[in-house]
């Protein structure tokens, strides 16, 4: 199966991805699923109806996976 980067899942803008950044450590975010992952610190932001929650406090910290790989 070929994933295919102009049409991201979550229906989430390439362009707007690029301009979002982890709230704790400013790095870029990248979508992981339904959600947005911080690329340095691995905090995971959930989105709501198409819109990046990027807050701290509703943030999963990194540890709390419950998908073992
Ligand atoms: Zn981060």
Redesign the pocket.
């Known amino acids: 199966m070929i994933e295919s980067v102009s049409e991201p899942e979550g229906g989430l803008d390439p362009e707007l991805l690029e301009v979002l950044?982890?709230?704790?450590?400013?790095?870029e975010?990248r979508q992981e699923g339904p959600a947005l992952l911080?690329?340095?610190?691995?905090?995971r932001f959930p989105v709501h109806e198409g819109i990046p929650v990027l807050l701290l406090e509703e943030?999963t910290p990194p540890g709390h996976q419950r998908e073992a790989q």
């Open positions: 950044v982890c709230p704790a450590c400013r790095r975010v911080c690329s340095d610190c691995g905090r943030a």
